[in-house]
């Protein structure tokens, strides 16, 4: 569904990813790992195919999905188009919107109008507290409030394809395992899920496979129970 | 003060306020979502009003090029609102094209973009001084003045069209900016500029559509206003400009209503003051109301503090 091959990309004229390459298969859930400043959150922000100065340049290198180029992509067509949807590090909600409006808003492409109705009643189903807040305005919310609707968001984005950035940042733990457990339930029914963690623990507990980064190159990867057992693995970020 | 007088006032107040918050609306739309203040909008006034001048002109047949017919005063001052309002929209997206853009691609500061701003009002402003000259026009006489007296009050149609027009923008620009899924991005936009595409919204098509609302609304002001003084002069956006983005700060900028409040506000106080004081401190004392008003809430009536982002 997406592959990434030897890609390099930089802030201004400092390189963060020196040619990585990995690849995502249909209905797969996927893991990529690493320690602070590896290069997930710069490897996210390459897919989505955001503009700098907030998101790095692509020197070299291809990212494609379903064997289309992504690079000359505008970053809106890559969601209303492709289907790849982001739930970005630090959830960046609309705080001065509802909790509706930000639902509402990420269907703003959407033409298919039956499914964004269906899409609502799923949204609200997976993450009940959201319709109990739905008129609240969104800075009010809790943290972990903000991470379900940032999370729903994607999904009522129509996204077949969706990328995490460290969803469980600032979660309680028991959270944690039910927001993973909802991304789990949601793979089963057909979407492919990409999420960046640095808790490996919990990735590795759900995901089919994962990749690991340092220092912008990827230098492990594997199914995830394999992974899970590798000493250097298990000394570096397994508790 | 009389009652009937008072009454007089008041709907003068009423109707520079409607002017005034025409033209605030550009600056608070244009600020809410870009947080650019974009200091040529008073100009766009300007050229709304002179595009009017042509268009109407043209529609009355004074060019060599005319229409094959005549149409009726009232079908022509419609007509010359509509068109004046769609090409000054086109006039105000070309500014967005040709000076901001550019600069929001590159990541330039702010400070950039508002001299920026600065100097596309001067060169609207100059340019169509060395287009067209110093020498002022007469904008024709389309609405004829109907004087109407209610109780000993008496008011103009021109007034009454100005006042309603100014309250049927508020409710459709309320109404697009509170229910509309393209008045959400532009909400959206100020919060957080790069997670909007993320949603699937192209940015710039929601940036084109703030400058195509605030433009026509400053040509539908532009246009009722040389309507009610008839006179045109290149610098006829500059004062008028700065009053009504004094008006959109003082009802809170970025907040649609703190448009026509700030506007109506202003109108109110320098009719009032005017009423009072000799006319030639009209505007030191009502600057100087306003700005006692902002030192005790510098927010503007619906501004809020904003919101640190973690
Ligand atoms: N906007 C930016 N401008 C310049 N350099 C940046 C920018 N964003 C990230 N970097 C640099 O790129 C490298 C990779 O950063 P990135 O944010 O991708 O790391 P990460 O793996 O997501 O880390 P974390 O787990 O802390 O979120 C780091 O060295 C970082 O300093
Ligand atoms: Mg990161």
Known sequence: MLKIENLHVSYGNIEALHGISLEVQEGEMVALLGANGAGKSTTLMSIMRLPPPEAPRVTSGSITCRGVDLLPVAPHLVVAKYGIGLVPEGRRVFGNLTVFENLKLATYARKDMEQVARDYERVFALFPRLADRKDQRVETLSGGEQQMLATGRAFMCGAKFILLDEPSMGLAPLLMQELFKVLKEVNRSGTTIFVVEQNANIALKYAHRAYLMEAGYIVREGAAKDMANKDEMKKAYLG | ?310
Do not use: C
């Open chain 2, 1 to 310: 003060m009389d009652i009937q007088s008072f009454f007089q006032d008041v709907l003068n107040a009423f109707q520079w306020g409607s002017f005034y918050a025409l033209i605030a609306l550009g600056y608070t739309l244009v600020y809410g979502v870009l947080l650019l203040i974009n200091f040529a909008h008073g100009d766009i006034f300007m050229v709304g009003a002179y595009i009017g001048f042509f268009v109407a002109t043209f529609l009355l047949g004074t060019y060599a090029v005319h229409l094959p017919f005549h149409l009726p005063h009232l079908v022509i001052f419609v007509l010359t609102l509509v068109i004046t309002m769609i090409l000054t929209a086109g006039v105000g997206v070309t500014l967005e094209r040709v000076a901001y853009r550019p600069l929001r691609r590159k990541g330039a500061g702010r400070l950039y973009i508002v001299i920026t701003a600065l100097m596309a009002g001067l060169i609207l402003e100059n340019g169509n001084l060395a287009l067209l000259g110093a020498s002022r026009k007469a904008f024709p006489t389309l609405i004829h003045d109907t004087v109407y007296t209610v109780a000993g009050v008496s008011f103009t149609n021109i007034r009454i069209v100005v006042i309603l027009a100014a309250l049927a923008v508020f409710l459709f620009l309320e109404t697009i900016v509170r229910k509309t899924k393209i008045g959400m991005a532009m909400r959206a936009i100020s919060f957080d500029r790069v997670a909007v595409p993320l949603m699937g919204i192209p940015i710039d098509t929601v940036i084109v559509f703030t400058f195509i609302l605030g433009s026509s609304m400053a040509a539908l002001a532009g246009v009722l206003f040389v309507s009610a003084y008839p006179v045109l002069e290149p610098y006829m956006g500059a004062m008028i400009g700065w009053k009504a983005f004094i008006a959109a700060v003082v009802g809170g900028i970025g907040d649609i209503r703190g448009a026509f409040i700030g506007g109506f506000l202003l109108g109110f106080i320098e009719i009032f003051v005017a009423a009072v004081f000799p006319s030639t401190f009209r505007d030191l004392i009502s600057f100087g109301i306003l700005l006692i008003f902002l030192s005790l809430k510098p927010t503007g009536i619906f501004g809020v503090a904003r919101a640190q982002k973690i």
